[in-house]
């Protein structure tokens, strides 16, 4: 059966660390960073191997800094 | 097949969603967590998969959203303080074949320009109007706006909206949708997944039915202002389901028949 796995790619110089796209993550993959961008801000970025490609996190992104792949495999 | 690598899976083949290119390169100037940035990426993205880009005039108004022409990379024209329904009425009378839309916050439509939005919505102009609702006048420092839910704290009412002195919030959505002009009326809010869901498809309609000439198309948005609510963004969005939502109820208000 074909499974997907997905990836995100966070634009860490755009992100302004509101945290918004945490809670909507189903597979509880993004948290914050503990480093700071060059803004001052803590960055989202993903913690495990779960990610699906739901897509949740790019759509809530205020700044749109969220990118999202998915690819399927067998 | 063993399952791929990060490296495999963030190839441009694989991607299903990023940044609309119809949002310039400039960053937003909005605060974090602020539902405006979301409001403008699901206008363009509909702009763009409808294909639209060349033929969409919109009006910017004033207030956090009056940076609006630097974002979306569109036709945009500035319009005075909640004069953007006239604005756009002049700019869709000479272009009749052009998508004219308006993006106003709820100082600007619903505070000095209820008199522009109300009879420009009475004419039934086949113009689109965005309405941002977040209760307060967030770009001057979070005072008290006409939309301020009762006994909500603002700066010029740190006690709370008395509504005995201040007068009750102005429920301009359902007050448009009374009008004959009106074609499509709408509510929404963009701080799920779902219900960006929603307000996209909700824009999208707002976009088709001003193609058919039948009158004014209006979806409000309800955001939040976590800086002018003076909470986190998340701890905004949990207020603004607790508080915003059982005054202001997400849903069609007006349909087509």
């Given at each position: 059966?074909?499974?997907?796995?997905?990836?995100?790619?966070?634009?860490?110089?755009?992100?302004?660390?509101?945290?918004?796209?945490?809670?909507?993550?189903?597979q509880k993959s993004i948290a914050m960073s503990e480093a700071l961008n060059s803004k001052?801000?803590?960055?989202?970025?993903?913690?495990?191997?779960?990610?699906?490609?739901?897509?949740?996190?790019?759509?809530?992104?205020?700044?749109?800094?969220?990118t999202v792949y998915r690819k399927k495999y067998d | 097949?063993?399952?791929?690598?990060?490296?495999?899976?963030?190839?441009?083949?694989?991607?299903?969603?990023?940044?609309?290119?119809?949002?310039?390169?400039?960053?937003?100037?909005?605060?974090?967590?602020?539902?405006?940035?979301?409001?403008?990426r699901l206008i363009m993205e509909v702009v763009e998969e409808m294909n639209l880009q060349a033929d969409t005039i919109?009006?910017?108004?004033v207030g956090c959203s009056v940076l609006a022409y630097d974002f979306m990379d569109i036709?945009?024209?500035?319009?005075?303080?909640g004069r953007a329904p006239a604005?756009?009425?002049?700019?869709?009378?000479?272009?009749?074949?052009?998508?004219?839309?308006t993006y106003q916050g709820d100082g600007d439509l619903a505070a000095i320009g209820t008199g522009e939005t109300i009879h420009a919505c009475n004419r039934g102009e086949n113009i689109t109007i965005f309405f941002v609702n977040n209760g307060i006048y967030g770009m001057t420092g979070g005072q008290m706006a006409p939309t301020t839910?009762?006994?909500?704290?603002?700066?010029?009412?740190?006690?709370?909206?008395?509504?005995?002195?201040?007068?009750?919030?102005?429920k301009i959505t359902e007050l448009i949708a009374n009008l004959p002009g009106t074609y499509f009326v709408s509510r929404q809010s963009v701080h799920t997944a779902a219900n960006v869901r929603k307000a996209k498809k909700a824009i999208e309609k707002a976009i088709q039915y001003q193609k058919l000439k039948k009158g004014l198309c209006f979806v409000e948005i309800v955001s939040n202002c976590n800086s002018g609510w003076k909470m986190?963004?998340?701890?905004?969005n949990k207020w603004m389901e607790e508080n915003m939502f059982p005054f202001y109820p997400l849903g069609d208000i007006k349909v087509p028949k």
């Open positions: 059966m074909a499974k997907v796995k997905g990836a995100i790619v966070v634009n860490i110089e755009r992100c302004k660390g509101c945290q918004i796209c945490v809670p909507t993550c189903q001052g801000y803590h960055y989202a970025m993903t913690i495990n191997d779960e990610c699906n490609g739901c897509i949740n996190c790019g759509l809530v992104c205020p700044d749109g800094v969220i | 097949m063993s399952a791929p690598t990060r490296e495999d899976i963030c190839q441009l083949e694989n991607e299903v969603y990023s940044r609309t290119t119809l949002l310039t390169p400039a960053p937003l100037s909005y605060c974090p967590g602020c539902g405006h940035g979301t409001a403008h919109g009006v910017a108004p036709d945009m024209q500035q319009a005075a303080h604005v756009a009425t002049g700019i869709k009378r000479l272009y009749p074949n052009k998508f004219v839309f839910l009762p006994n909500m704290k603002t700066s010029t009412s740190p006690f709370g909206r008395d509504v005995e002195t201040m007068g009750y919030p102005l986190t963004p998340l701890d905004s």
